[in-house]
């Protein structure tokens, strides 16, 4: 058993490291603030290998392992702490994954040549406003006729649905072929965000700012049946695959927004002046600092060990997954919280760059790839069998 990286994992790191600074740094206010990420930052990622790295080499991409594609989502959080570059790149790295094992060769030579050069965005759509985690319970219909899927429906929560209408990508979108079969009835269809009949409304949210959420309507919209992924009424078990590997990026990005702000934490408890003494020698500093520094080492080794089944194709990933998305996010927002107190009131403002930290990490809380209840439902089945 190795826990080291490897040189290329660890030249890796430091590269992306190296390029975020440059390429990214310098937008993180304005991202927040004007609610939108820089497209030649994308342009610049694809050229480097950042933006969906696990595209295979034959498609343009760095066909990295799911581990280093786990390293380039943690040092991408750490540099945008508002999580929305992260949510941004997880989802083009998560479902160009599950296109580039199901798709068909058209539609693979297509559209992932274009999402590994950062000029498309791809991702899920799946929740309804009917419910979100209950997927096998969608309402979305898509009926198959004259090498056509009609879709009409309505999705509810989707992440990246402006910039993939803008840029001319698109969304795995899931719809019922069959009634009458439950999650064995649902087709996994890639529609452009661009199409005929696709109604957009963008929703506000409190936080991630730099990548919108939004309500997306279908109205008679018609999709050529090559745009259906693998097979048809297969679609709840692809988003299944794509969900128990998407939640390694998540996880991913929470870990390294955690390790980002504890740092910044401890840097300034070493150095204020209170009572005479510094922050870090009062004990219930001292000993909450231990308390997170513990919890993130933990969830980091339990997010790599996914990453690493993920890698080697093993039966259990999905539950390692599970237990990284369900840690990842409570602990990162733990980290949050606490730092904000050792800060005080200064935290509070929008000088703080903490703040937008906060706003961020909660939607990883309350939903994104599977609400943390979904995730106990998850693991207790796995080890209740």
Not at 34 to 51: C, S, T, W, Y
Not at 231 to 239: C, H, M, P, Q
């Amino acid at each position: 058993m190795d826990f080291s990286f490897t040189d290329e994992e660890n030249i890796l790191r430091e590269n992306t490291k190296r390029f975020l600074e440059i390429n990214l740094q310098p937008y993180v206010k304005s991202i927040d603030k004007d609610g939108v990420i820089p497209a030649n930052f994308f342009k610049k990622a694809g050229e480097n290998g950042i933006v969906s790295p696990l595209i295979e080499n034959k498609y343009g991409g760095s066909q990295l392992s799911f581990m280093g594609a786990a390293i380039i989502s943690e040092e991408i959080a750490k540099i945008d702490i508002s999580m929305a570059t992260s949510v941004y790149c997880l989802l083009d790295t998560s479902w160009a994954y599950v296109l580039q094992k199901y798709g068909n060769s058209d539609l693979k030579k297509e559209l992932l040549p274009e999402i590994a050069n950062g000029n498309k965005f791809i991702g899920i759509s799946s929740t309804e406003p009917s419910g979100g985690s209950d997927v096998s319970n969608i309402k979305t219909t898509g009926e198959i006729r004259n090498n056509k899927i009609i879709i009409n429906g309505e999705k509810l929560y989707i992440s990246g649905a402006i910039e993939a209408k803008n840029n001319h990508g698109g969304h795995l979108t899931l719809v019922k072929t069959d009634k009458n079969r439950g999650h064995k009835g649902i087709t996994m269809v890639y529609i452009p965000a661009d199409s005929d009949g696709i109604e957009i409304n963008k929703l506000e949210n409190m936080g991630r700012m730099g990548i919108s959420t939004a309500s997306i309507k279908y109205n008679n919209v018609e999709i050529d049946s090559n745009n259906i992924i693998g097979e048809v009424n297969k679609g709840f078990y692809y988003s299944m695959d794509g969900f128990n590997h998407a939640r390694i990026m998540v996880a991913a990005a929470c870990n390294g927004l955690s390790e980002k702000i504890l740092n910044g934490g401890i840097e300034y408890i070493n150095n204020r002046d209170a009572f005479g003494n510094k922050l870090k020698d009062f004990e219930s500093i001292a000993f909450e600092a231990a308390d997170l520094r513990t919890d993130i080492e933990m969830v980091k080794l339990l997010t790599y060990k996914s990453a690493y089944l993920a890698d080697t194709n093993s039966n259990d990933q999905y539950i390692y997954a599970a237990m990284s998305k369900l840690r990842a996010p409570q602990i990162a927002m733990d980290v949050v919280k606490k730092i904000m107190m050792w800060y005080g009131a200064y935290s509070y403002t929008k000088d703080a760059e903490i703040e937008k930290s906060a706003r961020g990490i909660f939607s990883y809380l309350v939903g994104a790839e599977g609400a943390l209840n979904i995730m106990k439902l998850i693991i207790s089945k796995a080890i209740l069998k």
